[in-house]
C-alpha cells in the first residue's frame, strides 16, 4: 500500500534573519495541518526536516505542547539541523517540546557539513545541532537520539542524495 508523502515548504529563499522569522511563523500552519491531519486519517505523520526546516519543526513542537497534541507525530527526524546545538537539550529552546514529544526525534548531524560548520557558526555565532549533535554539556530529552553521519554526507546538499545520503541509516 502506498502511503502519502506531503511537502510543506514556505518562503525561505530570502536573507537569514528573515527566512529564520518566516520559519517561526510557520510553526502555527504546520501544526494546525498536523493535528487536522491526526483527526481526519489517523496515519501518522513523520516529519523530515532539513536545515532551516529544524527551526520550523522546533517551534511547531512547541506549539503541539502548548495545545496538549504531543501525540500527532510517529516521528520527527531533523537533518543539518540550522539551530543552536543547545536548542533541542532539556533546558534549550525546543527541549520541553521534545521531551513531551509522544514520539522519537532523530537528529542526523554532519562534521563535513561546512554551511553549519562555517556560515552557520559565523551568522548565528554558535555551533548549529546538524554539525556535531547536542553539546556534551546538554541533558538529551527522552525520546532524542543524535545520528552521526559524517561518514555518509558530504555536504549540507547531501542528506537526501540517493546513494550517498544517509536515508538507509
Do not use: M, Q
Not at 548531524?109 to 554539525?131: I, M
Amino acid at each position: 500500500e502506498g502511503l502519502p508523502v506531503i511537502g510543506y515548504s514556505w518562503a525561505s529563499n530570502v536573507d537569514w534573519g528573515p527566512a529564520k522569522a518566516t520559519a517561526d511563523e510557520n510553526a502555527v500552519p504546520l501544526a494546525d495541518w498536523l493535528v487536522r491531519w491526526a483527526e481526519t486519517d489517523g496515519r501518522p505523520v513523520h516529519l523530515f526536516a532539513h536545515s532551516l526546516g529544524a527551526r520550523v519543526t522546533g517551534a511547531t513542537l512547541r506549539e503541539l505542547a502548548d495545545r496538549g497534541r504531543t501525540d500527532v507525530l510517529g516521528s520527527a527526524s531533523l537533518f543539518g539541523g540550522a539551530i543552536p546545538r543547545d536548542s533541542v537539550g532539556v533546558d534549550g529552546e525546543y527541549g520541553a517540546a521534545i521531551d513531551a514529544l509522544d514520539a522519537a526525534l532523530y537528529n542526523f548531524h554532519s562534521r563535513e557539513d561546512r554551511v553549519l560548520g562555517w556560515v552557520y557558526r559565523a551568522s548565528d555565532r554558535t555551533r548549529a545541532v546538524g554539525h556535531g549533535g547536542l553539546s556534551a554539556s546538554a541533558t538529551a530529552p527522552a525520546g532524542y537520539a543524535d545520528v552521526d553521519v559524517t561518514d555518509l554526507v558530504a555536504d549540507h546538499y547531501s542528506y537526501f542524495e540517493p546513494d550517498t545520503g544517509c536515508l538507509p541509516r
